[in-house]
């Protein structure tokens, strides 16, 4: 797909910084009970950090980065011994706490001291190659079931934000507008379907890496891979494949990269519906209006929205004025109801897709990061991104990518002119 078929300067250019984000990243373990293919955090089985490690990290947060939402990862933070204490602690100092799982260790009682605690929600990571006990080698349309047994048990107990993400490899990219369709079949009770691209230091990259000036092998990180892997794909990949069955599929907002700034590293789109149809997606100035309000009124950006809010669909049709997206929604809500005076006694709900393009390897070695991400979390009491920690653990420094002299242009000095030409 030919990047111009989404075009940024269409879109709303999301507002996130270093400092002033709706998000933070904290990891109080690194411990699992899966082993998911392509995890960028290497198992460690006794790495609990201390409840008073932890408050330091979420002091450490607070003093340098405003957020609205914490969200609380790892490993999986399931396996904490005190994540309920966590989570009461991050709830106590006036942010959202997520929880970031893969729901292997989620339990009703489990669920209802989390929501007694202050849990405003869970992002659960779902797909094909988690290798999870009872669903191996099922395919992204037969692991809906677990899906929806996640969100059946959130809604159960009521009030808290539900959003799924899974990895996309080159061979499960054609499963994503099923994803897609799933999430609008359960649009009352899945809030949010995220989409994350695959990325691994593969054989083929043309690079050598380097930590400082030492040459590394990067086998020593948990994200390099000993076989070739394509490890390039781009989020507009992910929209052409949904745009095969949903031609109307429209982004609204994204964050850039740090060297290309008009890469799409996250791309955001909102839309509204029932069970039964989606009416439309909202525009740029929708996304604007809500981050931008939010900012001013609370004095930061908008992380995760209450579910009572996100069944308020028809009272978001009055942005229809600035919004023409949301004009299109409301259009096609009247022809519905026209047709079915029935329509106007049901509700309406929105709901997020979001795709996340992780690091770029860019041809001159430069590394395209996500310019205002929200998972920075923190590493000896700074902010970092947690995609490459492992980095800082292992080297303790970034490494670098260097174009190996076969993958570098020949080029030719004219004395004469002291140029390249």
């Known amino acids: 797909m030919n990047q111009n078929t989404v075009n940024h300067r269409d879109l709303y250019r999301l507002p996130w910084n270093l400092a002033d984000n709706p998000i933070s990243w ?18 460690v089985s006794d790495s609990h950090k201390s409840i008073e490690d932890v ?204 060297e290309k700034p008009d890469s799409f590293k996250w791309l955001l789109s909102g839309r509204i519906g029932t069970k039964q149809k989606i009416y439309g997606y909202v525009g740029k100035r929708f996304m604007e209006f809500n981050q931008a309000g939010y900012h001013f009124l609370k004095g930061r950006y908008l992380a995760y929205t209450s579910p009572k809010l996100l069944k308020k669909g028809r009272s978001m049709m009055l942005l229809a004025a600035i919004d023409k997206g949301v004009r299109h929604v409301a259009g096609q809500y009247l022809s519905a109801s026209l047709s079915n005076p029935l329509n106007l006694f049901g509700g309406l709900h929105y709901q997020t897709v979001m795709i996340i393009q992780p690091v770029d390897f860019m041809p001159n070695g430069q590394q395209n990061m996500c310019d205002g991400c929200p998972d920075m979390t923190l590493h000896n009491g700074e902010l970092v991104w947690s995609c490459r920690m492992e980095e800082l653990k292992q080297f303790g420094c970034w490494v670098r990518t260097v174009p190996k002299e076969s993958a570098m242009p020949t080029v030719a000095i004219d004395p004469f002119q002291g140029s390249v030409t």
Request: glycine fraction near 8%; include cysteine; charge should be negative.
């Open 55 to 258: 408050r330091e990290e979420i002091d450490a947060f607070i003093r340098l980065r405003n957020s609205d939402g914490i969200s609380i990862a790892g490993g999986d933070p399931l396996l904490h011994p005190h994540v309920v204490e966590i989570v009461r602690h991050v709830a106590k100092r006036g942010i959202k706490p997520i929880i970031n799982t893969n729901g292997a260790a989620l339990s009703k009682e489990l669920l209802q001291e989390l929501k007694a605690a202050g849990a405003q929600g869970f992002t659960f990571h779902v797909d094909s190659k988690q290798g999870r006990p009872k669903w191996k080698n099922k395919n992204e349309i037969e692991l809906n079931e677990l899906r929806l047994h996640y969100a059946e048990m959130l809604a159960d107990v009521g009030g808290l934000s539900c959003t799924f993400n899974s990895t996309v490899y080159e061979d499960t990219l054609h499963y994503t507008p099923d994803l897609v369709q799933w999430g609008a079949e359960h649009i009352d009770i899945v809030h949010g379907m995220v989409f994350i691209l695959y990325r691994s230091a593969v054989p083929q990259l043309p690079f050598d890496w380097y930590a400082g000036g030492k040459k590394i092998d990067m086998n020593a990180v948990v994200y390099s891979e000993t076989k070739e892997r394509k490890v390039d794909m781009k989020s507009t990949d992910v929209v052409a494949e949904i745009r095969t069955r949903f031609p109307e599929f429209t982004p609204c907002a994204y964050l850039n990269g740090t």
């Open 26 to 43: 904290l990891e109080p373990t690194s411990a699992c009970n899966l082993a998911c293919d392509g995890c960028y955090r290497e198992n």
